[in-house]
């Protein structure tokens, strides 16, 4: 297994930054795939859900949540692989590019949801053995 910063490290402004790069390449990456243009206004809408989803799990990571932290950032993963085989394989014939991103908004969220619930029971297990 992979080891996690510590929390309240300064690198998880870095990881945050990185996210933020990564979720947005991804979002951009797909409207390449499709063969869309893009103006200034999806620049910016990508721009925020990247960093909304950057900086949730990010927070997450600095505040020391490592269970949250790990499942949104593998439901995210996911939804970007989503992202681009929608992308991809034109799987959605019209409706790719609009189905693409709000597969990965809901795929993200209910990382986010799951996580909460994966730190939650950690808690609960790590106060019952103490």
């Not at 859900?49 to 995210?76: D, E, Q, R, W």
């Not at 609009?98 to 969220?109: G, K, R």
Request: aromatic letters at 16%; hydrophobic letters at 60%; proline letters at 1%.
């Amino acid at each position: 297994m992979f080891m996690l910063p510590e929390n309240r490290s300064k690198h998880w402004y870095g990881i945050s930054v990185f996210l933020f790069f990564l979720f947005l390449c991804t979002l951009a990456g797909s409207r390449l795939l499709l063969d869309i243009s893009m103006d200034f206004k999806q620049w910016i809408a990508f721009a925020v859900i990247s960093f909304i989803l950057a900086s949730i799990i990010g927070a997450g990571g600095f505040f020391g949540k490592a269970a949250f932290t790990i499942v949104s950032f593998t439901f995210a993963i996911i939804g970007m692989i989503n992202v681009v085989f929608i992308s991809m394989t034109r799987a959605h014939e019209g409706w790719s590019d609009i189905t693409s991103v709000i597969s990965f908004l809901v795929i993200s969220a209910f990382g986010i949801a799951v996580g909460v619930i994966a730190e939650v029971i950690r808690k609960l297990f790590k106060k019952k053995t103490m």
